[in-house]
């Protein structure tokens, strides 16, 4: 059997094939082999014109509403706003306690694997323990912070972003633990993601005691390297964002001040409020170490880069000019400081080497006079207005 192929030639042009023709020489089991063939093409290709349909329908749909993305933009922050005024976040009473945050839910530990990490994640309750045993602090007057919801983390971050987390194989990403990848999702959930939202909800939860009581401290947190729709670097919520959005809508303040102090760039807040100008980002970070992320350089208002080795002097030089310069190019209502002890000498991420008893003590220094002239001064203008 032969099937007589179609070809076309110079002389003749393929609109003027006699297709007929050429049919009419075939079998009986040729026709019905075309016939089959063709059967079979239009099977096959129904799908993928229906699909071409369905794609071309949907491109249309959304570029049609593109048109009218004011409305779009105008929704999405008056749901962002309900979000933010139906959260239960700032229900827990501390009018008892002492403004600091801390649950024994926040630490991170399952079968060691966490150890996989260089990151401490058991130095929260380390560092409460400890307070509590030299006398500084007691159990009963600690603020135990409420899980940050979906609802709550969509203030900031979008649904792809969340749903990516039901996904084992991301969170061993975020986390840099690639075993966390071979655990079952609600495993990841219970012994890692929700420690993480416990913090968030201690972030969230310190702007408004450090509105009530002029300060506050959330133990963990400062998940600085994620932002709405990306997670990295041990950090898989965004709270510094989350804290200021909230901030801005149930504290009704308008310009807050991110003093970022961790020995890493702080990508994740600065992609998030690269071009707010109610947000004013001071990051002083070592530019030798993660995350190399130049796009969010560019969104910070005043960077100071400390290079490996710098030390606690040349520290806290730098430091000390870098307030003074932030003070007076900017007027807070709300300090958002990001702690990271990674800055000490011996830390095995930061690079750095400031001293940890000297430099710690001096630290709060340097921040007491930060605050006490920013208040001070802030005070005075208000005088001078009255
Ligand atoms: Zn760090």
């Known amino acids: 059997m032969t099937i007589p192929l179609l070809t076309l030639s ?9 297709t007929h023709r ?26 993928f014109i229906a699909y071409r349909c369905f794609n071309s329908f949907t491109m249309f749909w959304s570029s ?42 926040y630490d991170i530990s399952f079968l060691g694997i966490e150890k996989l990490h260089p990151f401490d994640s058991s130095k929260w309750g380390r560092i409460c323990r400890f307070l509590m045993s030299e006398g500084y602090l007691e159990k009963k007057s600690i603020v ?39 655990l079952p999702n609600w495993l990841v959930q219970m012994k890692v993601l929700y420690p993480f939202r416990r913090q968030v909800g201690g972030t969230v939860l310190a702007a408004k005691l450090a509105m009530d009581r002029g300060w506050a401290i959330n133990v963990g947190g400062g998940f600085h390297h994620c932002s709405g729709g990306r997670g990295g670097g041990f950090c898989a919520y ?24 961790d020995a890493h760039q702080g990508n ?36 100071v880069e400390v290079v490996t080795g710098t030390a606690t002097v040349d520290y806290l ?36 080497k400031v001293n940890s008893i000297i430099g710690s003590i001096c630290l709060i220094v340097c921040f007491l006079f930060f605050f006490s002239q920013y208040f001070s001064s802030s005070m005075r203008s208000k005088a001078d207005l009255h």
């Open 238 to 261: 965004a709270d510094i964002s989350l804290c200021i959005h909230f901030a801005f809508v149930r504290l009704n303040i308008s310009r807050v001040m991110i003093i970022d102090l």
């Open 144 to 182: 135990d912070p409420l899980e940050a919801s979906r609802d709550d983390l969509l203030v900031v971050h979008t649904e792809a972003y969340l749903n990516s987390l039901n996904n084992s194989v991301n969170v061993a990403r975020i986390t840099e633990v690639p075993p966390v990848a071979m």
């Open 268 to 303: 994740g807040h600065e992609m998030d409020f690269g071009n707010d100008e109610r947000v004013y980002i001071l990051d002083m970070y070592n530019p030798g170490i993660y995350p190399f992320d130049m796009t969010a350089r560019n969104y910070i208002n005043q960077k």
């Open 317 to 352: 030089d730098q430091l000390d000019k870098a307030l003074a310069v932030a003070g007076s190019n900017f007027a807070p209502e709300l300090i958002v400081y990001n702690a990271g002890t990674d800055i000490l000498d011996g830390d095995p991420l930061g690079g750095l």
């Open 10 to 18: 110079h002389q003749q042009p393929f609109w003027k094939f006699r």
């Open 64 to 105: 049609s509403s593109s048109s009218s993305q004011p409305a779009t933009k105008i929704d999405a922050e008056s749901l962002r706003r309900q979000r933010i005024n139906s959260s239960k976040l700032y229900q827990p009473d501390a009018s008892s306690k002492v403004p600091v945050i801390y649950s024994s839910y």
């Open 22 to 47: 050429v049919i009419a020489n075939t079998t009986e089991s040729t026709r019905n082999l075309c016939k089959s063939t063709l059967y079979l093409f239009l099977a096959l290709a129904t799908p």
